[in-house]
T-cell receptor, first 111, second 116 residues
């Protein structure tokens, strides 16, 4: 059974204090690993897709990396507007379109 | 440039009532799905569709019904609402015929449902 575990559950950062979120996964065969951002009362907003171990993607202060067992979302010099819940999801090669989500990491960045 | 549109945004139902959550997308995506989000549990797949006329069950399908008569619309029906169905519901759509890549899902803004 596909499983996704995110840690920590919550993270409180000072503005400018860099940190990393972890997404550990087990899947029969990985088609893709997805990172989403979710603001309160909103739907998940797509950030990145990673397809193979060693791949990295960047967007502003966010950088996602992928190994065979986990993915990291690095937040560099965060700003208060980076406060959100970050969701990780995997799509298996035999589960076209279906996403298995982790429970998310709630990030709060204070000025 | 609407993307995925869900209605209503909020709904309160009494136990035993039925209702339909609406979902429409304007991106010509083949794949559509419904998730529910509960505190501490992440999003869980209820039902999905790979194209008009084709639907299948996800992880938590009991108490819900779907149909897909057009590419654009994918309504979710609650047959007889129960308090356990209190949740936030999200509709999503994605491409499938673009190949193994570019299959990221795009989500609607959600419907917050309370069953009393």
């Amino acid at each position: 059974e596909d499983q996704v575990t995110q840690s920590p559950e919550a993270l409180r950062l000072q503005e400018g204090e860099s940190s990393s979120l972890n997404c550990s996964y087990t899947v029969s065969g990985l088609r893709g690993l997805f990172w989403y951002r979710q603001d309160p009362g909103k739907g998940p907003e797509f950030l990145f897709t990673l397809y193979s171990a060693g791949e990295e993607k960047e967007k502003e202060r966010l950088k996602a990396t992928l190994t065979k067992k986990e993915s990291f979302l690095h937040i560099t010099a965060p700003k208060p507007e980076d406060s959100a819940t970050y969701l990780c999801a995997v799509q298996a090669t035999d589960s076209w379109g279906k996403l298995q989500f982790g429970a998310g990491t709630q990030v709060v960045v204070t000025p | 440039n609407a993307g995925v549109t869900q209605t209503p945004k909020f709904q309160v139902l009494k136990t035993g009532q039925s209702m339909t959550l609406q979902c429409a997308q304007d991106m010509n995506h083949e794949y559509m799905s419904w998730y529910r989000q509960d505190p501490g549990m992440g999003l869980r797949l209820i039902h999905y569709s790979v194209g008009a006329g084709i639907t299948d069950q996800g992880e938590v399908p009991n108490g819900y019904n779907v149909s897909r008569s057009t590419t654009e619309d994918f309504p979710l029906r609650l047959l007889s609402a129960a308090p356990s169905q209190t949740s936030v519901y999200f509709c999503a759509s994605s491409r499938t015929r673009a190949g193994p890549r570019n299959t990221e899902a795009f989500f609607g803004q959600g419907t917050r449902l309370t069953v009393v």
